[in-house]
């Protein structure tokens, strides 16, 4: 069964069930603003007490890291998915629950969205906006049911959002699409969106 099959298979196993599993998707630096790093590290704390796996990109730097440790501390579950090509730059990290390498990017989007009962978008550069736009296309699509949230740090998404609204202004996106992906000042605000499409 290809990766694509079986994420569609579990979706509609999930339709209507209570989240156990949150991908987040950040960057794989600290940003500038120390805001970044310590809602990353506040993301995986909260996930950790709430009981949520944690499914994310597999580094142990940046956001990434940070992330990841503040889980792993709190004694939560934490999944991570890295292409071969990085483990070198991003370095996996050594401690978590599980470490899945991959052959390629889009192995790595696809593998996560599979583990994961939503997702939570943080700060970051391309790669996390590569990510965050490919499931919210599929969620667009109907491929999948599975909720976006993004937490606004310190308003690092206000562009972001402005070019959503100007995309529906200018008729590229439908109103009520513009709406998938869920903004939200903090994580627990971002968390508490995370519930099924309809």
């Known amino acids: 069964m290809s990766?694509?099959?079986?994420?569609?298979?579990?979706?509609?196993?999930?339709?209507?069930?209570?989240?156990?599993?949150?991908?987040?998707?950040c960057g794989s630096a600290p940003g500038r603003d120390p805001r970044f790093i310590e809602t990353a590290r506040d993301t995986g704390a909260?996930?950790?007490?709430?009981?949520?796996?944690l499914v994310y990109g597999g580094g142990h730097i940046g956001m990434?890291?940070?992330?990841?440790?503040?889980?792993?501390?709190a004694g939560g579950r934490?999944?991570?998915?890295?292409?071969?090509?990085?483990?070198?730059?991003e370095g996996a990290h050594p401690s978590l629950s599980e470490l899945i390498v991959v052959d390629s990017m889009h192995q790595r989007k696809q593998l996560m969205a599979d583990r994961a009962d939503g997702f939570l978008v943080l700060p970051g550069g391309y790669g996390t906006l590569d990510e965050t736009f490919e499931m919210l296309?599929?969620?667009q699509l109907g491929l999948q049911r599975k909720p976006l949230a993004l937490v606004n740090v310190g308003g690092y998404f206000d562009p972001l959002l402005h070019w959503i609204q100007h995309a529906v202004d200018s008729?590229?996106?439908?109103?009520d699409q513009a709406r998938l992906l869920r903004p939200a000042a903090t994580p627990e605000a971002a968390l508490s969106q995370l519930e099924p499409v309809a």
């Not at 909260?46 to 796996?53: D, K, Q, V």
């Not at 990434?64 to 501390?73: K, R, V, W, Y």
């Not at 008729?171 to 109103?175: D, L, P, R, S, T």
């Open 137 to 139: 296309t599929w969620l």
């Open 46 to 53: 909260l996930l950790a007490r709430r009981g949520l796996t």
């Open 78 to 89: 934490v999944i991570g998915v890295i292409p071969r090509q990085l483990m070198r730059p």
């Open 3 to 25: 990766l694509g099959r079986a994420f569609v298979s579990k979706q509609d196993r999930l339709a209507g069930t209570q989240l156990s599993s949150v991908c987040v998707f």
């Open 64 to 73: 990434m890291g940070a992330l990841a440790d503040a889980a792993l501390a």
């Open 171 to 175: 008729g590229f996106v439908a109103a």
